[in-house]
């Protein structure tokens, strides 16, 4: 019989359909806090025992992490302020419960921000160098546990520390605000901070457990230490953060800069002859009607729904400017993104590598910011060369931007953005012309240190030479720094784990490639914040899947990786309550497989010691969150065993160390050079390996180059056959595994049927127009074998009960969370296995995993069984048992 002719029997069989005209009501599934129970859900048994049996963790020469002469794949969770510091009653049941779903790494982040029980900071001092003895206790405690349960530990030396005075730095430190990253910034060139990130490790890492009896740095249970999470001298800089320094930590920086210059130049003529290169004098005027003589010729209000705004020329001008003439923008309704209202002039000619300098007057009627650039008018529709935002007041001020873009465009437009609220704007004076980049300026000499720094916002003015110069200059001290953490770790403390600076976005993959491993963090639908930052009333979280973003964060994450080096995602997260969330571990363990990566951790299991809530507790929790917890151990079993083989192919692009420095003055802070630059596209992830070449590297000899891969439009097969992520119907991607012991089906299934090896499953209809993540997991034998012992995760919609939406797209809450128990929709669908119906058992499982109700298996054409799963059985989870059947064609017991 042909696969087509079961299909179409199959169908004509059964009476029992999974598409139903109105999915059927949410109903409570609460996971407790303290489950340790065995059972087909417990995945504690895959863990070797203890953690660091088989010594340190190390690189292998194959550039992956290994425990004695094991392969090590590392996937787990990390924890936050008080839950990182739980009692010794609470921590038995937390690292049990972390065990049992495939976590065998925890990493300890952000244990440096407040004060215990919610940090590592002594609850009486004053400065942040005194450790609180209790928390060091409880730290000791719940990680004896962890490594007595097999997982191992992640810690992070620095992440929030609120350095101030009282540590002996210059009281200006606490002018740099929450969240204090800003304060680390002086570290990578100030001597005092350094010291004091040092003592911290060694205060922490000689510690030695009373409950294991090493320290944490000779412990081979730690498999990392964390250098400095999300910072980098050159991201500082990109964002603003240096440009908003204190003048006595920017004095300290320009000492630095001045004899790293007389090093390299030792004259003044020396560098003014040398800057020279690359000074560009201003040229004539590029844009039309620039002083609206003619009203609005050659201008263009652009609005998107629901946006509305408007612009009229006015007489009202700055006196500078006597008997000019100037532009009302008028927005009456914000729309859904800053780009909806924009004021711009189009059909402008841009050069790649020219710079181009902007001037204009500005005010508004209530102080606001003004976001000016240039970009492309069709696609890509990307940003030429840096953005500018300036702070507007009610009174006319003159303004200057020099850009440079690394691109040229043809169709190229001047935009003016309003922000995010109603309100009107004036400009005047606006001009636009090429040039505008000088060298060495008037009074500059290296004699008197009068070498100004190039800030972010004026980088345009200077000439080409003199930003290669101060770009190299930044590589070269932000290098230093991460050594000099790195050999006093390893060299002195004698750190037996491996060694992350900090993630290669906030730094470079050539600074990051001279440790041990590549590390990069990613965010679905991060929230945002329009108004104060992490104000918790005032953000959304955009409602959508990822399943039709074309790879969404994967491609780049992967992008980031560094060939043969371990790869590493130490945070990663799909925020609350975004309702389609149980796909993030899903697909990154998928995809990470497909990758070859190293190590995994969900952002994150608790920031609360809190972990009886019973509800979903805010954004990034995933501990009392039921569908993000079930999806777990799918996740982790696909990864952990390499249920998804490497790509066969891998592309492969170089990037040495000038190239990289030659690219870093356009780029994003947040995303600081990856393989895109070099001409890999981020959809070829999803077919291949991916891989860059840094200083010293080459491309092996069978690697593809990235200007010979040929993709496919909008289906994307992994080149081992094993992954799709099919685009093919608009706004109703798909992505499904097909592996001998894990296949899944994630994404808008609904009513359509999926052959998987010699499985059928077809996802019913859902609160979320056939939106559902399935999958199916082999936990003893094979997909499908006789005798074999499987789990079913069948997901999708999830809230809190009375969860206080604020908009029928389901975007935000404010602070009204709803309250307990927590609410899932069940979801139905049909499995076709290969075997007679009475060799198969069915259980739906309660919320421990426990076997709760036997779910009837119905026999189908050919000889196969169908496992039929829905809302009636009130559970997200379940268990099937395939039996043998004897030679008599009687069952067998297993």
């Given at each position: 019989?042909?696969?087509?002719?079961?299909?179409?029997?199959?169908?004509?069989?059964?009476?029992?359909?999974?598409?139903?005209?109105?999915?059927?009501?949410?109903?409570?599934?609460?996971?407790?806090?303290?489950?340790?129970?065995?059972?087909?859900?417990?995945?504690?048994?895959?863990?070797?025992?203890?953690?660091?049996?088989?010594?340190?963790?190390?690189?292998?020469?194959?550039?992956?992490?290994?425990?004695?002469?094991?392969?090590?794949?590392?996937?787990?969770?990390?924890?936050?302020?008080?839950?990182?510091?739980?009692?010794?009653?609470?921590?038995?049941?937390?690292?049990?419960?972390?065990?049992?779903?495939?976590?065998?790494?925890?990493?300890?982040?952000?244990?440096?921000?407040?004060?215990?029980?919610?940090?590592?900071?002594?609850?009486?001092?004053?400065?942040?160098?005194?450790?609180?003895?209790?928390?060091?206790?409880?730290?000791?405690?719940?990680?004896?546990?962890?490594?007595?349960?097999?997982?191992?530990?992640?810690?992070?030396?620095?992440?929030?520390?609120?350095?101030?005075?009282?540590?002996?730095?210059?009281?200006?430190?606490?002018?740099?605000?929450?969240?204090?990253?800003?304060?680390?910034?002086?570290?990578?060139?100030?001597?005092?901070?350094?010291?004091?990130?040092?003592?911290?490790?060694?205060?922490?890492?000689?510690?030695?457990?009373?409950?294991?009896?090493?320290?944490?740095?000779?412990?081979?249970?730690?498999?990392?230490?964390?250098?400095?999470?999300?910072?980098?001298?050159?991201?500082?800089?990109?964002?603003?953060?240096?440009?908003?320094?204190?003048?006595?930590?920017?004095?300290?920086?320009?000492?630095?800069?001045?004899?790293?210059?007389?090093?390299?130049?030792?004259?003044?003529?020396?560098?003014?002859?040398?800057?020279?290169?690359?000074?560009?004098?201003?040229?004539?005027?590029?844009?039309?009607?620039?002083?609206?003589?003619?009203?609005?010729?050659?201008?263009?209000?652009?609005?998107?729904?629901?946006?509305?705004?408007?612009?009229?020329v006015t007489g009202d001008a700055p006196a500078d400017l006597r008997g000019a003439r100037s532009v009302c923008v008028d927005v009456r309704k914000i729309g859904a993104e800053a780009w909806h209202v924009r004021f711009e002039q189009l059909g402008l000619r841009l050069l790649a590598k020219q710079s181009y300098t902007a001037t204009w007057w500005a005010k508004a009627e209530a102080p606001m910011a003004l976001q000016v650039s240039l970009a492309m008018?069709?696609?890509?529709?990307?940003?030429?060369?840096?953005?500018?935002?300036?702070?507007?007041?009610?009174?006319?001020?003159?303004?200057?931007?020099?850009?440079?873009?690394?691109?040229?465009?043809?169709?190229?437009?001047?935009?003016?953005?309003?922000?995010?609220?109603?309100?009107?704007?004036?400009?005047?004076?606006?001009?636009?012309?090429?040039?505008?980049?000088?060298?060495?300026?008037?009074?500059?000499?290296?004699?008197?240190?009068?070498?100004?720094?190039?800030?972010?916002?004026?980088?345009?003015?200077?000439?080409?030479?003199?930003?290669?110069?101060?770009?190299?200059?930044?590589?070269?001290?932000?290098?230093?720094?991460?050594?000099?953490?790195?050999?006093?770790?390893?060299d002195v403390l004698k750190v037996q784990g491996a060694v992350i600076g900090t993630i290669v976005g906030c730094s470079t993959p050539n600074l990051m490639a001279r440790l041990d491993c590549i590390d990069s963090h990613a965010y679905w639908q991060h929230p945002v914040f329009p108004g104060r930052p992490w104000d918790s009333s005032n953000w959304y979280v955009r409602n959508v899947s990822m399943v039709n973003a074309r790879g969404g964060l994967l491609?780049?994450?992967?992008?980031?990786?560094?060939?043969?080096?371990?790869?590493?995602?130490?945070?990663?997260?799909?925020?609350?309550?975004?309702?389609?969330?149980?796909?993030?571990?899903?697909?990154?363990?998928?995809?990470?497989?497909?990758?070859?990566?190293?190590?995994?951790?969900?952002?994150?299991?608790?920031?609360?010691?809190?972990?009886?809530?019973?509800?979903?507790?805010?954004?990034?929790?995933?501990?009392?969150?039921?569908?993000?917890?079930?999806?777990?151990?799918?996740?982790?079993?696909?990864?952990?065993?390499?249920?998804?083989?490497?790509?066969?192919?891998?592309?492969?692009?170089?990037?040495?160390?000038?190239?990289?420095?030659?690219?870093?003055?356009?780029?994003?802070?947040?995303?600081?050079?990856?393989?895109?630059?070099?001409?890999?596209?981020?959809?070829?992830?999803?077919?291949?390996?991916?891989?860059?070449?840094?200083?010293?590297?080459?491309?092996?000899?069978?690697?593809?180059?990235?200007?010979?891969?040929?993709?496919?439009?909008?289906?994307?097969?992994?080149?081992?056959?094993?992954?799709?992520?099919?685009?093919?119907?608009?706004?109703?991607?798909?992505?499904?595994?097909?592996?001998?012991?894990?296949?899944?089906?994630?994404?808008?299934?609904?009513?359509?049927?999926?052959?998987?090896?010699?499985?059928?499953?077809?996802?019913?209809?859902?609160?979320?127009?056939?939106?559902?993540?399935?999958?199916?997991?082999?936990?003893?034998?094979?997909?499908?074998?006789?005798?074999?012992?499987?789990?079913?995760?069948?997901?999708?919609?999830?809230?809190?009960?009375?969860?206080?939406?604020?908009?029928?797209?389901?975007?935000?809450?404010?602070?009204?969370?709803?309250?307990?128990?927590?609410?899932?929709?069940?979801?139905?669908?049909?499995?076709?296995?290969?075997?007679?119906?009475?060799?198969?058992?069915?259980?739906?499982?309660?919320?421990?995993?426990?076997?709760?109700?036997?779910?009837?298996?119905?026999?189908?054409?050919?000889?196969?069984?169908?496992?039929?799963?829905?809302?009636?059985?009130?559970?997200?989870?379940?268990?099937?048992?395939?039996?043998?059947?004897?030679?008599?064609?009687?069952?067998?017991?297993?």
């Amino acid at each position: 019989m042909s696969e087509r002719t079961f299909i179409m029997l199959l169908g004509l069989f059964l009476v029992t359909t999974v598409a139903a005209a109105e999915p059927a009501p949410l109903f409570p599934f609460v996971l407790p806090w303290d489950d340790a129970s065995p059972g087909i859900t417990d995945l504690s048994g895959w863990l070797p025992k203890p953690a660091g049996k088989f010594g340190p963790v190390h690189i292998g020469l194959d550039g992956h992490l290994y425990a004695g002469g094991l392969r090590l794949r590392l996937n787990g969770v990390d924890l936050a302020f008080s839950a990182a510091f739980p009692t010794h009653g609470q921590a038995d049941k937390v690292a049990a419960r972390l065990a049992k779903f495939g976590n065998n790494i925890v990493r300890f982040h952000i244990m440096d921000m407040q004060r215990f029980p919610n940090g590592l900071l002594a609850r009486n001092a004053k400065d942040t160098r005194t450790i609180e003895p209790e928390a060091l206790d409880r730290l000791d405690y719940f990680t004896a546990q962890l490594i007595q349960r097999g997982v191992y530990i992640n810690l992070c030396t620095l992440n929030y520390r609120p350095f101030n005075a009282a540590d002996g730095l210059p009281p200006e430190i606490e002018q740099m605000g929450a969240p204090y990253q800003g304060r680390h910034v002086v570290g990578f060139f100030d001597p005092t901070e350094i010291e004091l990130q040092k003592e911290y490790d060694r205060n922490l890492l000689l510690h030695r457990n009373a409950y294991t009896g090493k320290t944490y740095a000779a412990d081979p249970a730690v498999a990392m230490v964390e250098i400095n999470n999300e910072n980098g001298l050159l991201h500082a800089w990109l964002d603003g953060t240096l440009d908003r320094l204190p003048k006595i930590f920017r004095s300290e920086l320009r000492g630095q800069w001045d004899e790293w210059l007389k090093g390299h130049y030792a004259t003044t003529e020396r560098l003014r002859a040398a800057w020279s290169e690359g000074a560009q004098p201003l040229g004539g005027e590029l844009l039309r009607n620039a002083d609206f003589a003619h009203g609005q010729d050659g201008w263009t209000v652009e609005t998107h729904q629901p946006a509305v705004a408007t612009a009229k020329v006015t007489g009202d001008a700055p006196a500078d400017l006597r008997g000019a003439r100037s532009v009302c923008v008028d927005v009456r309704k914000i729309g859904a993104e800053a780009w909806h209202v924009r004021f711009e002039q189009l059909g402008l000619r841009l050069l790649a590598k020219q710079s181009y300098t902007a001037t204009w007057w500005a005010k508004a009627e209530a102080p606001m910011a003004l976001q000016v650039s240039l970009a492309m008018s069709d696609a890509p529709w990307q940003t030429l060369g840096r953005e500018g935002t300036v702070q507007l007041s009610t009174e006319w001020q003159a303004f200057r931007m020099t850009v440079q873009p690394g691109d040229g465009a043809e169709n190229a437009r001047l935009v003016f953005d309003p922000p995010m609220q109603t309100g009107r704007i004036w400009l005047a004076g606006i001009s636009l012309r090429p040039g505008g980049a000088t060298g060495l300026a008037v009074g500059e000499t290296l004699q008197a240190g009068t070498v100004a720094g190039l800030s972010h916002d004026k980088l345009a003015d200077r000439s080409s030479s003199a930003t290669r110069d101060w770009v190299r200059f930044l590589w070269e001290t932000e290098d230093a720094y991460w050594q000099t953490r790195y050999r006093y770790l390893k060299d002195v403390l004698k750190v037996q784990g491996a060694v992350i600076g900090t993630i290669v976005g906030c730094s470079t993959p050539n600074l990051m490639a001279r440790l041990d491993c590549i590390d990069s963090h990613a965010y679905w639908q991060h929230p945002v914040f329009p108004g104060r930052p992490w104000d918790s009333s005032n953000w959304y979280v955009r409602n959508v899947s990822m399943v039709n973003a074309r790879g969404g964060l994967l491609p780049g994450l992967a992008l980031h990786r560094v060939l043969d080096k371990p790869f590493c995602v130490t945070e990663y997260g799909h925020p609350a309550p975004n309702t389609f969330c149980s796909e993030g571990s899903l697909l990154r363990g998928a995809y990470a497989g497909l990758q070859d990566w190293d190590y995994l951790s969900t952002s994150r299991f608790a920031q609360s010691d809190d972990f009886a809530l019973r509800r979903m507790r805010q954004w990034f929790d995933i501990d009392q969150h039921p569908t993000k917890m079930i999806t777990l151990i799918p996740a982790a079993a696909m990864f952990l065993r390499g249920d998804v083989t490497p790509a066969k192919q891998q592309i492969v692009a170089t990037l040495d160390r000038q190239q990289e420095l030659d690219l870093l003055p356009g780029q994003y802070p947040w995303s600081l050079i990856d393989l895109g630059p070099r001409g890999v596209p981020p959809e070829a992830t999803l077919v291949h390996r991916v891989a860059l070449a840094v200083e010293g590297q080459t491309a092996p000899p069978d690697a593809l180059r990235p200007d010979r891969v040929k993709l496919p439009t909008d289906d994307f097969v992994s080149d081992t056959g094993q992954l799709e992520w099919d685009l093919r119907r608009p706004a109703h991607g798909v992505v499904t595994v097909d592996t001998a012991r894990s296949k899944a089906v994630v994404g808008y299934g609904g009513g359509r049927h999926y052959q998987l090896g010699g499985l059928v499953i077809e996802p019913g209809q859902t609160h979320q127009d056939g939106w559902s993540a399935l999958t199916l997991t082999a936990i003893e034998g094979d997909l499908p074998t006789a005798p074999s012992r499987w789990l079913i995760t069948a997901t999708g919609f999830v809230e809190n009960t009375n969860m206080g939406w604020k908009d029928a797209e389901h975007t935000s809450v404010g602070n009204d969370w709803g309250h307990a128990p927590t609410l899932v929709e069940g979801i139905p669908a049909r499995f076709t296995v290969p075997f007679a119906a009475e060799q198969v058992q069915v259980w739906a499982l309660d919320e421990r995993g426990q076997r709760r109700i036997t779910v009837p298996c119905r026999p189908a054409p050919g000889g196969h069984a169908v496992i039929t799963i829905g809302p009636e059985w009130k559970t997200l989870w379940y268990e099937v048992a395939v039996r043998r059947l004897a030679l008599s064609g009687t069952s067998s017991s297993r």
